[in-house]
């Protein structure tokens, strides 16, 4: 139990376009979905953290604007990352939590994104 | 805002060996202390956890331990075997309000165990 998918586990793309990044619990209804980031041979940096159907919380430093957020159901959500550019490079992970699986975070397998 | 901070950030043992990493937090309101184990190009998988009603928790060759007074918990794996070599990363919670509760990690520990 307590699986969490990711898709697409990796993609390139040309800078200035945007990517699209979807995150799902597949067997647990997930009230709380979490972005980070992750850069090589570093820890995770928590981006933002959003509950179904509200407004995302970002941390500080993340741009709202450039990383958008949406949790529209209690399976899915999405991080899609705006006129991305090479400095956005980077491995993506979702993780995902509820009170079904005692406030655990279990984590999707990372999307890697390259920008050209 | 909470501060993890995980020491040290290389390991090398002998296969065999114990191996003990520790961490240190700020929030005192922090009550969920997990640790992740992650190979290269995976996802982080939960090892072992514990709660701020706990001091120690075992399973089978890992253990956890947490002083809440020191802010510090540390995960100790025995009889390391050379699968265990990955890098491992402490975490602590964080309350974010009416959006719940969030990890914030600590810098992560590559061990390496030789056999």
């Known amino acids: 139990g307590a699986v969490v998918s990711q898709h697409p586990s990796w993609v390139i793309c040309k800078s200035g376009t945007s990517v699209k990044i979807e995150c799902r619990s597949l067997?647990?209804?997930?009230?709380?979905m979490f972005w980070y980031r992750q850069f090589p041979k570093q820890s995770l940096m928590l981006m933002a953290t959003?509950?179904?159907?509200?407004?995302?919380?970002?941390e500080q430093g993340v741009e709202k604007d450039k990383f958008l957020i949406n949790h529209a159901s209690l399976t899915l959500s999405t991080l899609t990352v705006t006129s991305a550019h090479p400095e956005d490079s980077s491995f993506y992970i979702c993780?995902?939590?509820?009170?079904?699986?005692?406030?655990?975070?279990?984590f999707g397998p990372g999307t890697r994104l390259t920008v050209t | 805002g909470e501060n993890v901070e995980q020491h040290p950030s290389t390991l090398s043992v002998q296969e065999g060996d114990s191996a003990v990493i520790k961490c240190t937090y700020s929030d005192s309101a922090s009550n969920y202390f997990p640790w992740y184990k992650q190979e290269l190009g995976k996802r982080p998988q939960l090892i072992i956890d514990?709660?701020?009603?706990?001091g120690e928790k075992k399973d089978q060759r890992i253990a956890v331990t947490l002083n809440k007074t020191a802010k510090h918990f540390s995960l100790h794996i025995t009889e390391t075997q050379p699968e265990d070599s990955a890098v491992y990363f402490c975490?602590?919670?964080?309350?974010?309000?009416?959006?719940?509760?969030?990890?914030?990690f600590g810098k992560g520990t590559t061990l390496s165990v030789s056999s």
């Open positions: 514990i709660r701020s009603n706990v």
């Open positions: 067997d647990f209804q997930a009230t709380t």
């Open positions: 993780s995902a939590s509820s009170s079904d699986t005692s406030y655990e975070q279990y």
């Open positions: 975490a602590a919670s964080i309350v974010l309000g009416q959006a719940g509760t969030a990890l914030i």
């Open positions: 959003s509950n179904e159907g509200s407004k995302a919380t970002y």
